[in-house]
């Protein structure tokens, strides 16, 4: 009985956690597409900065939120591909062959305070370095109402700021 026992602990002598009771979860449906033709977009506010995402800090006050701000309406089945490309419409810097755009959800804390939370990146062009091109704002969980940041990097644009 004693060797049952010490098979039932980790090396150290911890013992392992209690198996799961229960079904396990079902798995998440899959996001139907959006049919952009019959449902109305969304407004997305995004905010972009060379080098690096804004602060949290830069959002903490209503009203005066970071000036370089471009407005895009889309659906929540777009992918960051999509929004990479409406991001280099906007900002000459995303343009460059070398640029990399990091995409973060800015959004309030269940205590008001905002949090920036990074969701992916894309290169300005694939070149077969796809990264989260494919990724769907719905798949990052993305709710109405949130902020989109999108830090441009790119070897030069660090050196030149």
């Not at 969304?42 to 830069?58: A, C, M, N, P, Y």
């Not at 290169?123 to 902020?147: A, M, P, Q, V, W």
Request: charge should be positive.
């Amino acid at each position: 009985m004693a060797g049952a026992a010490e098979a039932q602990k980790r090396q150290g002598g911890r013992p392992f956690p209690p198996p799961a009771r229960g079904p396990p979860p079902p798995p998440r449906p899959r996001f139907e597409p959006v049919d952009r033709e019959k449902t109305c977009p969304l407004l997305l506010r995004v905010f972009t900065k060379i080098g690096s995402h804004h602060s949290k800090e830069d959002f903490a006050v209503r009203g005066k939120e970071p000036k370089d701000e471009v407005q895009i309406y889309t659906w929540k089945d777009a992918t960051l591909r999509e929004l990479t490309d409406l991001v280099k419409e906007v900002a000459p810097a995303a343009r460059r062959r070398d640029a990399r755009l990091s995409f973060a959800f800015v959004y309030p804390d269940k205590h008001g305070r905002f949090v920036v939370r990074e969701v992916g990146k894309t290169f300005s062009y694939g070149n077969g370095r796809r990264l989260d091109d494919s990724k769907t704002l719905h798949e990052l969980r993305f709710e109405i109402g949130d902020y989109l940041d999108v830090a441009i990097m790119s070897s030069e644009l660090s050196i030149v700021r």
